[in-house]
């Protein structure tokens, strides 16, 4: 792709909207088009982040995009994880608001059933669960 840069017209050092579509693919699953939208969109914000996509730096030059020039939107929290994990992958750093992917992640879960048998080490189950878990496994 072509080095791009994005000048603000007066709106400050940063302006600009990308929407990604996904075209309609009959006969597929909601968690198949998520996946080929997330690897979409963090392939974009990688490529962006690796000097492809410059921004207005509001003093008539221009910087590199960095993470935090990047928002993405969605209609629904619950595929939010999928996403998260593609920029993971990539090593792009990312913040996620408003989505329960956080209790989602699998070293939360393990902290948690942790936090369960400390609680309460009378509870079988959740002794159980910590000792066959990655703490004690």
Known sequence: MPLETVRG????????VRKITVPAVPHHRKE????????????????????????????????????????????YKDRMGRYARRLEE??????????????????IREVMNLLRALDDPDDPVASVAVLRGMFFG
């Open 90 to 107: 990539l090593g792009i750093p990312f913040e996620i608001a408003g989505s329960d992917a956080f209790a989602e992640n699998a070293e």
């Open 32 to 75: 198949d088009i998520a996946g080929f939208d997330a690897a979409r969109v963090a392939g974009f914000v990688a490529w962006a982040l690796a000097g492809n996509l410059r921004f207005d730096d509001g003093a008539g030059g221009d910087r590199p995009a960095e993470p935090g020039d990047f928002l993405v939107l969605f209609r």
């Open 9 to 16: 017209r007066g709106r400050g050092p940063l302006s600009g």
